[in-house]
């Protein structure tokens, strides 16, 4: 909705019903220098014609009537190949874990660390060719997953299938605390330094536990 | 006035306890005897020429005897008469026949007093005494010319030994009315009343005046009629019948009877002026207006008592009654003075009676509410029902809150007879609401913590966005001035947005906190535009969370309601909860809650809270305002009881809607703040 997209050089989609959030993402990327497009919601970005240049889509993962899910369907429903980086709110795994299957390719929880988004955004740009989704590694799962211990297994397994930490210390019969620190382990094992990463490497890992429910969950209970 | 003992008036009107019927027979003997007596005195004691008595004492005793001991007591009276006519000379055959028209005299009294128009023998109401004179007295005498005649015509003596035949008749006629009036009463009422008089001596003294009066009367020989002796009887017989009653009456016209018979008889008194048949017709006269002017006299006296005693025992009655309820009574005159203070209101202000009567009530009304009560009193001279709370200025020196309901007495407007109010102390009723007020506060501060718990998810997610975007801008902001940009119209930009974002989740903040706060009620004039603006903000982020549209719309013009702002915006923003929650779990595509409110007629501001989801059941929807009813897995069912509490605790009303399938709408009404 600002800066004018020029054919050549790269753009960033920023899909975000909420406005302030929409303005002040459109000012970080001009910040460094990328060009932006906002839009209120779903429908009005699939409504716009894309540019040929390199493009990299940042859409809110909750949004009233059509989800940050819902887009990401709807793109690959079209075919059209455009990466795209989730933003979603604390707690939200299991809608993390959908959007990550329905072909996002990193998500980032709010509220986030500008130099995260706008790595995420970069690589995207750079790789605006790749196809989008994960294709599971198994070699490089074999490597790190089998540092860990099966309690962590079993916690890793809870962790991105969605559940608070409070369901995973009830489903395994241990303290939360106890869970807590299983968690810090593993992320320290596997080498990822967040929720995303780890649902990511869980997922090319053939690891990550398909969501229960296909409704976008409200995690209202997560806790840390 | 009081000479008789309280508690008569029932023994007057029912038959008395004590006085049983006698039996047939014994009556029949005692009246045959009575009978002969009386017969004997009045044919030896009162002789005329030819044995007429001017007086027939006999038929009093007949006509007693049978309204006593009923219809067989005339096998007496037949008896007795038959004998007493023999006595007087007639052959037996013709005894026979005047006995026959006797009996049939006293049978017919006893069938018009007993059956037609039946009386109460103590004679102690005027009624009573006309139908005695009229049914029993005059029947009589009718009856008793009736048979003389026919015996007369048949047989050929018929006990008219005067040459005037018809003065004779007349005589005879007279003689027996008068018996009936004067003997019978005084047999009835002392049948009736065996119990001596109340004062003894006073009777006594009365009885012995009537004896020395007749005397002096009737025995001085020959006096004009008009002497003051004669009219003086007068005097004896109202003593008797304002001091007595109908008994000690009647007994003082027996007395007075018995002289003036005798005297006439004999020879002496004011009637003997031309023959002895005129003298005695002069006498009958005389007897005639004493005796009824008695009898009337006593009976009339009697009623004015018992009127006085039943006023008084319903006045008692009554005054108990009012001095026995929980409110105060007073009654005020025209002026507005009280004329009347029932003990209880003494108690509630807290002042002696005495000081309080002929006081206005207005100056026991604390100062500044006077001119409220004033116009209250008008209204209800000219309304006849008003009723209004003030505060009385208590003996105690503490003000009062009483509800005083006045009416006006008397018929019209135009000429009030004064008011009378009834004071109820209300401070009870009004501590009562006033914690019944504070457990809805307790009972909806937790409502608001419960469901700001419910809504903690939305409100974070609410919080984020802001905090987010100001992360952003001053990322943004830093980035700018790190590359030394720092003219870039953008970097201020980005701290504007920062600034306004920070702004906007205190705002969130400080909304939530005030939302969840325990505090009194307070009754302020709240914009319905404000009002519904504010609802749509708190409950906008779980709208967004669920995908629902709220619409608002509001008064046309500027429309106020009198309400608590957080008890209020608790009820909007539970039913716009509702509604939400009831959307979220359907299928419905376009999801819709709108948030109206427009001015009724009556000065009410209508709210309503439409969805487009499922709808209420029919058999829920009657049930849905109970505590504790709920059809959530989650809920403990106090949302909407409690916000049918707070609007009732408004004066308002809440009421729900529902077609299923189409939605629910929920309504309540507040007082409009401009209207009283």
Known sequence: ?224 | MSARPAGSTTAMIDSPPGVCRPHWFRAAVLTAVAYFAAGLLALDGFPLDGGLAGIWPAAGVAVAGVLIAGPLAALGVFAGDFLVELQAGFVPSSALALALGTVVESLVAWLLLTRVRPIDLHLARIRDVTRFIALGAVPAAVLCVASRLFVLAVIGQGGLPTADQSMGLLVGFLGHGLGVMIVAPVILTWYMRHAAPQHVFEFASLLLTAVVLNAGAFTATPIAPGSAPLYAIFAVVLWAALRFGPRETSTVMLVTSGFATWSASSGSGPFLVASQSDALFSLSQFLLVVAATALFLAAAVCERQRYLRRVAESEQAHRTLIEQMAEGVVTLDAHGRLNYVSERFCAILGQARSRLLGLPLTDVVVAGERAALCAALETCTAARDVTREVALQTGAGIPLRVSVAMRRLGDTPRRPAGIMAVVADITERRRAEELAQLHLQQLAHLGRVKSMDEMATAFAHEVAQPLTAITSYAQAAQRFLRAGRAADPALAEALEGAYNEARRASVIVQRIRGFVQDRAAQMVELPVESLIGEALHLSAPEAHQHAVDLHAGACPGDCSVRADLVQIQQVLLNLVRNAIEALAGSAVAQRCVSLNAYAREEGLIEFAVADNGPGIPAENLERIFDPFFTTKSEGAGIGLALCHSIVEAHGGRLWAESLAGSGAVFHFTLKAANHE
Do not use: W
């Open chain 1, 1 to 224: 909705m600002n800066s004018e997209p020029k054919s050549a050089a790269p753009i960033v989609y920023v899909v975000d019903d909420e406005p302030a959030v929409r303005d002040s993402l459109r000012l970080l990327f001009q910040s460094v220098g990328l060009a932006v497009q906002g839009f209120p919601d779903a429908a009005s970005f699939l409504a716009q014609p894309l540019g040929e240049g390199p493009a990299c889509l940042v859409s809110d993962l909750r949004m009233p009537m059509t989800s940050g899910i819902d887009l990401l369907e709807a793109l690959q429903k079209r075919g059209t190949r455009i990466p795209a980086v989730m933003i979603s709110g604390h707690g939200d795994v299991k809608l993390a874990v959908r959007a990550l299957k329905s072909g996002a390719i990193d998500f980032i929880e709010k509220p986030f660390d500008d130099q995260e988004l706008l790595d995420a955004v970069n690589g995207a740009l750079k790789n605006a060719q790749r196809s989008p989704g994960i294709e599971p590694d198994s070699a490089e799962c074999g490597r790190h997953v089998d540092q860990l211990t099966p309690r962590e297994k079993e916690v890793l397994q809870l962790v991105v299938s969605g559940k608070p930490n409070k369901l995973i210390a009830r489903a395994l019969d241990i303290s939360t605390r106890t869970v807590e620190a299983h968690r810090a382990h593993l992320m320290e094992k596997l080498e990822v330094g967040s929720l995303a990463e780890l649902v990511r490497l869980a997922l090319q890992c053939g690891i990550a536990g398909v969501p229960e429910d296909g409704q976008a969950g409200n995690l209202r209970n997560q806790s840390r």
